[in-house]
């Protein structure tokens, strides 16, 4: 079966993506301007109070935010990026990260980022506008 465009978009992302690797992300479903991750925390991500790091829930929907926004075929990039923490989370917790285009235009595109644990409780929520370079993806 033929892969999708979209998936061959984030091979190539995920491909030279080194942090995305470590995190140890999973892939679990892309589409035009969407797409949904899965990662474990590890206890190597953990801060002084034993929690996550804000940094790791942050990267792990920034990957999201970043597959989804160049699924489209033009290369996308960051040009601002908003994290609320709603609910700590610990070493062995299994989240998800849940990337959803909200507005696209030629130029810039929203995507809002729902982070949830493996009880399904949001744990963050993150906002991101990228500017569309024109540039299109060869894959």
């Known amino acids: 079966m033929e892969k999708s465009i979209e998936t061959k978009i984030i091979d190539a992302m995920y491909e030279k993506d080194d942090f995305s690797q470590w995190l140890g992300i999973e892939r679990l479903e892309e589409g035009p301007g969407y797409c949904k991750l899965r990662m474990t925390i590890r206890k190597e991500m953990t801060n002084g109070f034993d929690i996550a790091h804000g940094g790791i829930t942050f990267s792990f929907a920034d990957s999201a935010f970043a597959f989804a926004s160049n699924s489209r075929g033009i290369h996308a990039v960051s040009i ?60």
Do not use: M
């Open 80 to 139: 601002e990026t908003s994290i609320s923490h709603t609910k700590p989370l610990k070493a062995g917790d299994i989240i998800t990260a849940e990337a959803i285009e909200k507005n696209l235009t030629r130029k810039t595109g929203i995507y809002h980022v729902e982070v949830k644990n493996q009880d399904h409780d949001i744990v963050a929520l993150f906002k991101g506008t990228v500017y569309r370079t024109g540039k299109e993806w060869e894959v």
